[in-house]
T-cell receptor
Framework: GESVGLHLPTLSVQEGDNSIINCAYSNSASDYFIWYKQESGKGPQFIIDIRSNMDKRQGQRVTVLLNKTVKHLSLQIAATQPGDSAVYFC??????????????FGQGTILTVHP | DAGVTQSPTHLIKTRGQHVTLRCSPISGHKSVSWYQQVLGQGPQFIFQYYEKEERGRGNFPDRFSARQFPNYSSELNVNALLLGDSALYLC?????????FGPGTRLLVL
């Protein structure tokens, strides 16, 4: 069935380092991908998205890379700060039909940034 | 601008009871989606509503139901609560594809 999974459940980095969070997806028909950040006790916060007709998109300190050949998605965070510590989820937007509006989330990666 | 709001923030119920959770979307957003997030996992899709009609449904039993009102706010109802229904229930609103989440309602079933 459809699934979106993460390679690394935890990631620890030093403040100022760059972070890379990876995600694998299995539905080759997926055409829209989103990264969310979730802090403890809060709802997921939108970070950045990318469509399947792109392979790279940049935001403020974040870059998302999409490799459709191997069905792999990554989130790069530049100059990671302690405030970036959170759980990061990738999500894939489902196709139409009964999956309309459905986001399929991965397990999540816990990012810990040490001062 | 106010984001997605949900009420209540926390709720404690006992098995067999029913619960109603409420969501107000971002102003101008006509679509609301509901998700269940069990501790340690990613959110699982329950429903999506657009213009008061159900447009998508996840793999949840009929005990779960929802509706959307003319002002685009939404309610999620869960009947005959089970211990396994304990979770964070998230509401997301969208105008196009990007879904923006509220803070969630944490439900504990005892």
């Amino acid at each position: 069935g459809e699934s979106v999974g993460l390679h690394l459940p935890t990631l620890s980095v030093q403040e100022g380092d760059n972070s890379i969070i990876n995600c694998a997806y299995s539905n080759s028909a997926s055409d829209y991908f989103i990264w969310y950040k979730q802090e403890s006790g809060k709802g997921p916060q939108f970070i950045i998205d990318i469509r399947s007709n792109m392979d790279k998109r940049q935001g403020q300190r974040v870059t998302v890379l999409l490799n459709k050949t191997v069905k792999h998605l990554s989130l790069q965070i530049a100059a990671t700060q302690p405030g970036d510590s959170a759980v990061y989820f990738c999500a894939e937007s489902g196709a139409g039909g009964t999956s309309y509006g459905k986001l399929t989330f991965g397990q999540g990666t816990i990012l810990t940034v040490h001062p | 601008d106010a984001g997605v709001t949900q009420s209540p923030t926390h709720l404690i119920k006992t098995r067999g009871q029913h619960v109603t959770l409420r969501c107000s979307p971002i102003s101008g957003h006509k679509s609301v989606s509901w998700y269940q997030q069990v501790l340690g996992q990613g959110p699982q899709f329950i429903f999506q509503y657009y213009e008061k009609e159900e447009r998508g449904r996840g793999n949840f039993p009929d005990r779960f139901s929802a509706r959307q009102f003319p002002n685009y706010s939404s309610e999620l109802n869960v009947n005959a609560l089970l211990l396994g229904d304990s979770a964070l229930y998230l509401c997301a609103s969208s105008s196009l594809e990007t879904q923006y989440f509220g803070p969630g309602t944490r439900l504990l079933v005892l």
